[in-house]
């Protein structure tokens, strides 16, 4: 199964920031998993965010282990050799989806506009992170851009939370919906691994209900 595919199966995708990787990376890729969620784009927010990557990946096999808020091609580099099955940019960087494409690794770079979209599809992408969402016109906007590009599936990120995570996973131009509500700062520092699985199966159960029921 293709990576796309992969991240669309599981349908929500926790946006970390690991101050402490030797601690709490381990812990919280067991907790992500047990709640449904095997799936992580792990931010350079925060400096170790390699071994973050390398740290959760060795507790969780099985688990999609991304990268985020990368910014140059350092960061992919480093994500790379940590064993980073995916790179999430901000913004559109051309260098930088070019310098993915030849590495051979998935690349969601942010877009939000039609400059940002034409911009995509001179590289054949197919999927989009669409950043920030909420504050960039969320849902309307997202559907009003899929006119003229129903080439692209997106994943917004940005304001997604419990409460609006089902509008947004039942758009079919939607394939997973990011977010850091499940992995907050408190949730992570206090090491509430119980809580994050709980958020994990309720972000789920909502995408399966979306699914199925439209
Ligand atoms: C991201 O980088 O995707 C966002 O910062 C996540 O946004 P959120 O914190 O509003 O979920």
């Not at 931010?43 to 808020?69: H, Q, V």
């Not at 064993?83 to 051309?94: H, K, M, Q, S």
């Not at 030849?102 to 942010?110: C, D, L, S």
Request: hydrophobic share 40%; aromatic share 8%.
């Amino acid at each position: 199964m293709d990576i796309n595919t992969r991240v669309e199966q599981i349908g929500v995708v926790p946006v970390i920031k690991l101050n402490n990787p030797e601690r709490d990376a381990a812990p919280l890729a067991k907790a992500l998993c047990a709640g449904g969620v095997p799936i992580a784009e792990v931010t350079f927010r925060a400096a170790g965010a390699d071994t973050a990557i390398k740290l959760m990946k060795e507790a969780c096999p099985e688990m999609l282990c991304g990268a985020g808020t990368v910014m140059t091609t350092e960061h992919i580099d480093k994500a790379i050799a940590a064993g980073a099955e995916f790179i999430v940019t901000p913004g559109f960087d051309p260098e930088l989806v070019a310098y993915c494409q030849e590495k051979g690794i998935a690349i969601y770079p942010g877009c939000t506009t039609p400059t940002d979209y034409h911009a995509a599809y001179k590289f054949g992408l197919k999927v989009l992170k669409f950043f920030p969402a909420e504050q960039s016109g969320g849902l309307a906007k997202i559907k009003a851009m899929s006119a003229p590009f129903p080439m692209f599936k997106v994943m917004p990120t940005g304001g997604i939370s419990l409460k609006n995570l089902k509008d947004y996973i039942k758009c079919p131009v939607i394939c997973a919906c990011g977010g850091s509500y499940m992995v907050t700062a408190d949730l992570i520092d206090n090491g509430k691994w119980d809580e994050i699985t709980a958020l994990c199966r309720q972000s789920v159960e909502i995408v399966k209900e979306a699914r199925n029921n439209g």
